[in-house]
């Protein structure tokens, strides 16, 4: 039995979930090993209903869950960033409790194939808060950046297992050799990645990386690199497929021990769209994606080949339907989240329960 926590979170968060929560609820139904449960308050939402973005209760609902489900972690509308200055604490905050340290994140690039970019998200660039100091205007402030080779090394298994699924294209391992330590470490594993496994990782400078990612047609099958040139990167991987809409995220501990807490978190890449929130206009290509990895994810749910239907559906809705307003061109036919959904159900033949998630909850 696979228990989901839902996080809706913030903005557009609760709203971009519907499609996928109602096919679990229908798998649920249908006896299915899985348990859906939440909504758990999450983010400036979290704070709204409890004071705080990421409340005992909801850490205490991850703590007896698989993994979590969420929306997005952010803006909402209503609140301003005086009143709640940092949500995305929350999500750092989740990743550090649970040891989530991986973020491997799927793009779907309209008529081309899938790119994964796979990078750490604890440690280098993305330490915990006793690696920083704050300036008080005068004295300076400091982000010590740590990267141990164990944790490198995971980073590279994870790539690994992705190049090899996706055979013949090409593979990057991106870093910064010519300043950063961390960066030569990087390399050196890189290299002893390519002679161990026969993945051959080209490295590639970030700067040159950046570029090529928007200049050339082809795009690698996998990228893996430091946290915060992967965040950056995957969003220009997001700008080349035309929406950052297109994008799953898994938040993974590769340690993948089920019975004690999450081991993953699933969420679309986007943000939490404040302005666009209750519009029910979004595209859901995202929500999808990571309901795809989770299900492949969960062991008792991936021998079931659900994640191959679910990716089967989406894809053959995305070939044959309008576009949502993201990647229309002025003028043309669109659907909205709801016909995007509908459809995507109709493809997977479920007679699912369409109730919103959460109902969106304004300051
Ligand atoms: C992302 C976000 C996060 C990150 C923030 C919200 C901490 O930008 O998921 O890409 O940098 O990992
Ligand atoms: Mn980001």
Redesign the pocket.
């Given at each position: 039995m696979s228990t989901i926590a839902l996080l809706p979170g913030d903005g557009i968060g609760a709203e971009i979930l519907d499609g996928p929560v109602a096919y679990l609820r229908q798998l649920e139904r249908e006896g299915l090993p899985v348990r859906v449960t939440g909504p758990f308050p999450y983010g400036t939402t979290g704070w709204l209903q409890t004071g705080t973005t990421l409340p005992a209760e909801t850490v205490e609902a991850c703590r007896d869950a698989d993994v979590v489900l969420s929306g997005a972690?952010?803006s909402h509308p209503g609140v301003s960033s005086d009143e709640c200055p940092n949500p995305?604490a929350a999500?750092?905050a989740l990743r550090h409790e649970f040891d989530l340290r991986i973020?491997v994140r799927t793009v779907r690039v309209p008529g081309r194939p899938d790119v994964v970019i796979v990078r750490n998200?604890i440690g280098g660039a993305?330490g915990s808060p006793d690696q920083r100091v704050e300036s008080d205007g005068v004295r300076p402030a400091e982000d010590r950046l740590v990267l141990d080779p164990a944790h490198v090394q995971e980073v590279f298994d994870i790539a690994v297992e992705h190049a090899r699924a996706m055979p013949g294209r090409r593979t990057i391992s991106v870093d910064k050799a010519s300043v950063y330590a961390t960066s030569r470490l990087w390399r050196r594993l890189s290299r002893s990645t390519s002679e161990s496994s026969g993945v051959v990782f080209e490295n590639v400078n970030v700067d040159r990386a950046a570029y090529e990612l928007v200049k050339y047609d082809d795009l690698p099958a996998v990228i893996v690199t430091e946290?915060l040139f992967g965040?950056i990167l995957?969003d220009v991987v997001c700008a080349r497929a035309g929406s950052p809409a297109l994008c799953g995220?898994a938040t993974i501990n590769p340690d993948r021990t089920f019975g004690s807490g999450i081991t993953a978190l699933f969420e679309p890449?986007h943000g939490s769209s404040p302005h666009r929130t209750g519009s029910r206009r979004s595209n859901p290509t995202g929500s999808w994606l990571a309901l795809v990895d989770l299900l492949a994810w969960c062991p008792d749910l991936a021998a079931l080949g659900l994640h191959r239907q679910v990716r089967q559906a989406l894809d053959s809705v995305i070939e044959t339907a309008p576009p949502t307003y993201d990647l229309a061109s002025p003028g043309a036919d669109t659907i909205d989240l709801d016909e995007f959904n509908e459809r995507v159900l109709e493809a997977l033949g479920t007679g699912c329960d369409r109730r919103p998630v959460a109902p969106t909850t304004n300051g």
């Amino acid at each position: 039995m696979s228990t989901i926590a839902l996080l809706p979170g913030d903005g557009i968060g609760a709203e971009i979930l519907d499609g996928p929560v109602a096919y679990l609820r229908q798998l649920e139904r249908e006896g299915l090993p899985v348990r859906v449960t939440g909504p758990f308050p999450y983010g400036t939402t979290g704070w709204l209903q409890t004071g705080t973005t990421l409340p005992a209760e909801t850490v205490e609902a991850c703590r007896d869950a698989d993994v979590v489900l969420s929306g997005a972690v952010g803006s909402h509308p209503g609140v301003s960033s005086d009143e709640c200055p940092n949500p995305e604490a929350a999500l750092i905050a989740l990743r550090h409790e649970f040891d989530l340290r991986i973020s491997v994140r799927t793009v779907r690039v309209p008529g081309r194939p899938d790119v994964v970019i796979v990078r750490n998200i604890i440690g280098g660039a993305y330490g915990s808060p006793d690696q920083r100091v704050e300036s008080d205007g005068v004295r300076p402030a400091e982000d010590r950046l740590v990267l141990d080779p164990a944790h490198v090394q995971e980073v590279f298994d994870i790539a690994v297992e992705h190049a090899r699924a996706m055979p013949g294209r090409r593979t990057i391992s991106v870093d910064k050799a010519s300043v950063y330590a961390t960066s030569r470490l990087w390399r050196r594993l890189s290299r002893s990645t390519s002679e161990s496994s026969g993945v051959v990782f080209e490295n590639v400078n970030v700067d040159r990386a950046a570029y090529e990612l928007v200049k050339y047609d082809d795009l690698p099958a996998v990228i893996v690199t430091e946290g915060l040139f992967g965040d950056i990167l995957s969003d220009v991987v997001c700008a080349r497929a035309g929406s950052p809409a297109l994008c799953g995220s898994a938040t993974i501990n590769p340690d993948r021990t089920f019975g004690s807490g999450i081991t993953a978190l699933f969420e679309p890449a986007h943000g939490s769209s404040p302005h666009r929130t209750g519009s029910r206009r979004s595209n859901p290509t995202g929500s999808w994606l990571a309901l795809v990895d989770l299900l492949a994810w969960c062991p008792d749910l991936a021998a079931l080949g659900l994640h191959r239907q679910v990716r089967q559906a989406l894809d053959s809705v995305i070939e044959t339907a309008p576009p949502t307003y993201d990647l229309a061109s002025p003028g043309a036919d669109t659907i909205d989240l709801d016909e995007f959904n509908e459809r995507v159900l109709e493809a997977l033949g479920t007679g699912c329960d369409r109730r919103p998630v959460a109902p969106t909850t304004n300051g």
